[in-house]
């Protein structure tokens, strides 16, 4: 009689364990390359029609793409790029107020201008070079748009918004770094389970995917900016994609990377690249104007 309750407490806790297992979602996922990148998406749990929601997503993705890039000579940047006269539309007109608004946050070094500067070295295009000074002197005078250092952390909002919408309550979100996370990672019979994301921060002088540091976050978005995403090679100087609008030269300094963390991924994205062009000590003053929002630096 003393194993009966033992008997009990077991045969309770299978048919819990088999409960939640038959209410758990399958995991799907989606990925597509759009923003120059590989974009993926995780869901956890979610309703029965993600195929239709990941649809959905997708094309609202095409549809930013189409706005904001300054590739594509049909979008409303390059229009504006042309000097054209051209009705801006809500994604391209948010993309100028956030990057504006950064641009004077850090007395322009964060700057949205870099357009022709970035044609300039052609870094992560296949065809990067070394630009002349003159040519660097000419591009930073044209000014022209580019929204790429805030561009995926916008999308990956969006992305965000639209799965919470369908009745997603367990995601994770990678846009070539950019990862926003809704809720907790919930999978497999114990998906009832508050269990934290775990994002990798690479270490940026390793040629493998080894990591410095695990940040564990859940409803939060990761975006890390450094010197490993995209760079060349000429005569032993390595050049980062990152550019310092002062110098018109890709960043140099202690920073080998920058990530941050915090609700939204287009402001995170801000941030990063911010806090990569001041240091640890310059970004000191710009983070207090962010409370949500923090930054771990490798030097």
Request: aromatic share 12%; charged share 30%; hydrophobic share 35%.
């Given at each position: 009689m003393k194993l009966l309750?033992?008997?009990?407490?077991?045969?309770?806790?299978?048919?819990?364990?088999?409960?939640f297992s038959s209410c758990s979602v399958k995991t799907a996922t989606s990925q597509r390359f759009c923003f120059n990148t590989f974009c993926t998406i995780t869901v956890y749990q979610g309703p029965e029609n993600m195929d239709e929601v990941f649809e959905k997503l997708w094309l609202r993705m095409t549809?930013?793409?189409?706005h904001i890039?300054?590739?594509?000579?049909n979008s409303t940047v390059s229009a504006l790029n042309r000097g054209e006269r051209v009705e801006i539309d809500t994604d391209t007109a948010y993309m100028i107020r956030v990057a504006e608004e950064f641009y004077a946050l850090t007395d322009g070094l964060f700057s949205p201008y870099l357009g022709s500067l970035i044609e300039k070295w052609g870094i992560g295009t296949g065809d990067e070079?070394?630009?002349?000074?003159?040519?660097?002197?000419?591009?930073?005078?044209?000014?022209?748009?580019?929204f790429g250092a805030i561009g995926k952390g916008y999308a990956s909002d969006e992305a965000a918004r639209i799965l919470k919408e369908n009745g997603v309550k367990s995601a994770i979100i990678?846009?070539?770094?950019?990862?926003?996370?809704?809720?907790?990672?919930?999978?497999?019979?114990?998906?009832?389970?508050?269990?934290?994301?775990?994002i990798g921060i690479r270490d940026p002088l390793s040629d493998r995917a080894d990591y410095v540091k695990v940040v564990k976050v859940h409803d939060l978005c990761v975006v890390t900016s450094g010197i490993y995403e995209r760079s060349f090679e000429v005569d032993g100087v390595l050049y980062g994609h990152i550019l310092n609008p002062y110098t018109g030269y890709p960043a140099e300094g202690e920073v080998l990377s920058a990530t941050v963390t915090g609700p939204l991924g287009v402001i995170c994205d801000a941030l990063s690249t911010s806090c990569f062009l001041l240091?640890?000590?310059?970004?000191?003053?710009?983070l207090e104007l962010f409370p949500d929002y923090s930054v771990e630096f490798v030097l």
């Open positions: 309750p033992k008997k009990l407490l077991f045969l309770f806790l299978l048919s819990f364990i088999l409960f549809e930013i793409e189409k890039s300054r590739t594509d000579e070079r070394v630009p002349t000074e003159e040519e660097i002197r000419g591009a930073l005078a044209e000014r022209k748009y580019d990678n846009f070539g770094g950019n990862v926003c996370t809704i809720g907790y990672k919930k999978t497999g019979p114990l998906s009832f389970m508050k269990t934290l994301f775990s240091g640890p000590e310059g970004s000191e003053s710009l």
